[in-house]
């Protein structure tokens, strides 16, 4: 059994590489941050023609076709160089049409996902804490509109189209697929203002149920969020990747007592458990794609293996990019900062890493996916 990417999946990511070292240096996540845009608009047309945004959405609806492995891979370049653009959330949007839409929403929708004119996002909380099936009070009505508020939206400041988890006249929880207008979004302020989250108020708005409506929404819901998972831990392995890298090259560079900083036992120390802490996480995350890519029936465990192991790599390396820099790492000039606030975001995109490894216990325990909750707060204000 190889866990490992085909030659031509290798040369997609090669491509990519190439391509963003071109156009999307660090500066331009940084330009994006100081900005009050929502994303880089240049960049996510680039995407768009490149064929990335629709790298699982069949041909025949405007996408190039690919498979979620090539999608995890292109995820994994755009993190590393902290591109301001909403591929992964966007990508999950159109992944729950692919999954469980009409044939009429599907020939609708995701013509527009490939094009990058339509930009998804999910709407799940309402308040801090915990998103369980009894604390949804949004509701879709009969007459196909949705009342309530969302907050948290990842990358809700650029989406046009939201995947709403509701609620319908009789009670029943239902996914539905809003459209949105600069009305009904407001940017939250958080940690990362290159990939602003967003609050979403919903008064009578057009909606529509995802599908037929007669999936169990909260299981599709937990489907997606583990398909989810995988494309987005590796947005964080390009990201701690880049970090590391970056990191390597200043304690070997950094002088201190007529020596390389690196060259001191407590640094090769902290390298050594950083880059550990990389390749487990690598390791999962090749699991998931290939859990993934096969619909294998393990994939709940992999996402949350993957999602953790992810996360804690990401975090660690851009917290120790700071602290390895010295003073200057504490400053607004270096990139340091860029990095850590990237780690911090995605952290929370999908929930915090304590509601990933409850629900990693759980799969263990039980062999299949749990019915947990899900924690979705905001990131938290920049000081």
Excluded at 123 to 141: F, I, K, M, N, W
Excluded at 319 to 329: C, K, P, T, Y
Aim: aromatic residues 6%; hydrophobic residues 45%; proline residues 4%.
């Amino acid at each position: 059994m190889n866990f490992d990417f085909s030659e031509e999946q290798k040369l997609l990511r090669t491509t990519a590489r190439d391509y963003l070292e071109d156009r999307a240096p660090l500066g331009l996540a940084r330009s994006v941050l100081e900005s009050e845009a929502a994303m880089s608009r240049e960049l996510w047309a680039g995407a768009a023609e490149m064929g990335w945004l629709g790298a699982v959405i069949p041909e025949e609806w405007g996408g190039a076709g690919f498979g979620h492995g090539e999608l995890a891979l292109i995820a994994e370049e755009l993190g590393r160089a902290l591109a301001p653009i909403p591929f992964g959330t966007s990508a999950t949007v159109a992944d729950a049409i692919l999954l469980a839409g009409t044939e009429e929403q599907k020939r609708r929708l995701l013509t527009g996902f490939a094009t990058g004119d339509r930009i998804g996002t999910l709407a799940l909380a309402e308040r801090r804490g915990v998103v369980r099936p009894e604390s949804v009070r949004a509701t879709q009505g009969r007459d196909g509109t949705l009342s309530g508020t969302k907050i948290g939206a990842p990358d809700g400041a650029a989406a046009n189209l939201a995947l709403v988890l509701a609620r319908d006249d009789a009670g029943a929880l239902v996914l539905a697929l809003a459209e949105l207008d600069d009305g009904s979004r407001t940017a939250e302020e958080s940690i990362d203002p290159s990939r602003p989250t967003a609050r979403l108020s919903f008064d009578g708005t057009p909606a529509e149920p995802l599908g037929t409506g007669e999936q169990d929404a909260w299981t599709l819901l937990r489907r997606l969020l583990d398909r989810a998972a995988v494309v987005q831990s590796f947005e964080q392995l390009g990201t701690a990747q880049r970090a590391f890298d970056l990191t390597r090259e200043q304690v070997l560079d950094r002088y201190a007592f007529g020596r390389p900083i690196g060259s001191f036992q407590a640094i090769k120390h902290r390298m050594a458990d950083l880059y550990a802490s990389l390749e487990i996480a690598r390791s999962n995350c090749y699991y998931a794609a290939w859990a993934l890519t096969n619909d294998d029936p393990g994939l709940p465990l992999a996402a949350c293996t993957a999602r953790v192991a992810a996360t804690e790599a990401c975090n660690e390396a851009s917290a120790e990019m700071v602290q390895l820099f010295g003073g200057a790492g504490f400053t607004w000039e270096l990139d340091c900062h860029l990095f850590y606030r990237r780690a911090q975001n995605l952290a929370l995109a999908l929930g915090p890493i304590g509601e990933w490894r409850d629900r990693l216990v759980d799969c263990l325990d039980t062999g299949s996916a749990p019915g947990a909750g899900l924690r979705t707060e905001p990131p938290a204000a920049a000081g």
